[in-house]
């Protein structure tokens, strides 16, 4: 299958910093790219929606100040978490969507565990 | 609203068959797919269908019934490796991926 790559995997910063989450597809040129979060044992919940060259499109209750998210080409999307609270501690997970074929499957990233203290 | 149940957790042994199942109620239906999860990584991708039916890929298989809103997703000669979260996701009108909560399937010895 087609390769996401998520970096970085693990990330610890201090309250009130700002951190940067990269999403790149590696094969494949992917116009959405989606961005989740999940908490332990939990589903993925999607938090909003990236589209190269246009405006994120957030899901409900997903603050677009606090989750900046920037999707400048057709391989790299981003999700900053800006002034991180010890709250946004969660397993961030990326997705992009290869529009080859008829499936349109979505292939993720590895993830970015963030941690705030 | 949008709702996709599966079980929290099932147990299997090694060398048996276990069918894990999911139904759904979502706003629109433009597919229905099957990931598994290992523990901190990334979700891949095993099976996807949106046609009724059954489609078999090696030791996995996945069951569909839009009339019903069931799937099921049949792992056979388990392997301790199949050890993981298995997540049931329909894709919706609007071309989102909904996720069930997983289902956690530990395989015994």
């Known amino acids: 299958g087609a390769v996401v790559s998520q970096h970085p995997s693990w990330v610890i910063c201090k309250s009130g910093t700002s951190v940067k989450i990269e999403c790149r597809s590696l094969?494949?040129?992917?116009?959405?790219m989606f961005w989740y979060r999940q908490f332990p044992k939990q589903s993925l919940m999607l938090m909003a929606t990236?589209?190269?060259?246009?405006?994120?499109?957030?899901e409900q209750g997903v603050e677009k100040d606090k989750f900046l998210i920037n999707h400048a080409s057709l391989t790299l999307s981003t999700l900053t978490v800006t002034s991180a609270h010890p709250e946004d501690s969660s397993f961030y997970i990326c997705s992009a969507r290869d529009l080859k074929g008829t499936k349109n499957i979505q292939y993720f990233g590895a993830g970015t565990r963030l941690s705030v203290l | 609203g949008q709702n996709i149940d599966q079980p929290t957790e099932m147990t299997a042994t090694e060398g048996a068959i276990v069918q894990i199942n999911c139904t759904y109620q979502t706003s629109g239906f433009n597919g229905l797919f099957w990931y598994q999860q290992h523990a901190g990584e990334a979700p891949t991708f095993l099976s996807y269908n949106v046609l009724d039916g059954l489609e078999e890929k090696g030791r996995f298989s996945s069951f569909l019934s839009r009339s019903k809103g069931y799937s099921y997703l049949l792992l056979k000669e388990l392997q301790m490796k199949d050890s993981a979260s298995y997540l049931c996701?329909?894709?919706?009108?609007?071309?989102?991926?909904?996720f069930g909560q997983g289902t956690e399937l530990s395989v015994k010895p």
């Open positions: 996701a329909v894709k919706n009108q609007g071309g989102k991926l909904i």
């Open positions: 990236s589209n190269e060259g246009s405006k994120a499109t957030y």
């Open positions: 094969d494949f040129q992917a116009t959405t």
